[in-house]
Each structure stands twice: as structure tokens, then as C-alpha cells.
């Protein structure tokens, strides 16, 4: 309402919890409700909220995970709910005219953009890390473990800044970015110094 739009939308919600142990019905309902909560709820209000607010050639950004490309034991909830937010994305991305996919998919998705007009040129994309820096995170952390190879939200953020400021180098509408860990290398002096995160399709 009132002529408000915005450019970009970017859901950050996100949590993680281990699958109960010992289980039972009720604390796996409850485990997969709240991963649920955490993590695909708030993706897709955020799609609403891109259908009321989002001006033309719009970015919907969403945080995934690396883990959920793969079987999650132990955390099957969690794996749940992230793959979920994965195929939203990436069905969100079909939908949009910048998206891809075969005869039958982009003629239903031309149906659904004759009422949804901001869909067009919207460009969806889920970013999947394998670790993010952060105080939630690092209470989960082991000894082994070196904050340094963990990716900082920072670099995240400047990627998504990238895509936002030169809207060609977004990735195709409904892709998946796998979020590459800060890696050890050496400086012009020889010095060992760790570098940023960097980003890659997963698909």
C-alpha cells in the first residue's frame, strides 16, 4: 500500500535443533514444528510480503543450507525445513520470467504472473552456507573448531549487496549459491592470512 516498494527482500530467518533423542511423537512434533518455524514460515510470508511491496526487477534472497542438500541424520527436522525453503526458492525462481525449466512449467508459470505482475523480472535465489559466524552458532561449537573458517555474515551481506547494485551479476532466478568457507592463504609477504567466503552454483 501507498506506493511503497522496495528493491530487495531478504528473509535471514533461520535456527538450528538436533532431532530429539530419545524420541517420541510428541517431541519429534514439536522439533519439526519449531524447524518449521525457524525456517520455512518466514521464507514464505517474506514471498507474500515480495507479492504486496517488491518494484520491478526485484531480488528475493533466502538462507539455506549445504547440509540440507544431502540426507541430515540426526537432524531430519532440520534437513526438512531446509530443503523446503530450497524448493520454494527454486520454484519461486520458475515462476518469475527470468526463470527456467520446460514447456509445462513456464506455461503455469505464465498464468500465475498475469496476477502477479512483480513477478516478471524477479529474481529469486537461496544462499546455502555451511557455517555462519555467529554468537547463536558458536555456542554449538567445539574445540577443534576455528571461528576463522567460518563464514562472516559481513561477506555474506556483500554479496547480496553486489546483486542488488549490479543487478546482471545475479545468479539465474531460482538458484541455489553455495557459500565457499573463508580459506587459509598467503599474502605478497609470504604471511598466512585468511581469506573471504566465496560463492558458487550448487544448482
Known sequence: GGGIVVDAIICASGGWES????ISAKAWGETMDKMLQMNLYPVMA???VANEYMAKEGLFVAIGAMAAVAPTPGMAAYGAAKAATHQYIQTLGASSGLGIGHNAIRKEARRLRKNSPYLDDLTAVAILPTMIDTPSNRKFATPK???NAWTKPIDIAEEIGTWIAQPYLRPSSG???KVF???LHKDENGDEKWGKSTFGLVR
Open 19 to 22: 532431532d530429539p533423542s530419545p
Open 181 to 183: 568457507p573463508p580459506r
Open 145 to 147: 573448531d576455528d571461528f
Open 46 to 48: 517474506a514471498g507474500q
Open 175 to 177: 538458484s541455489l549459491v
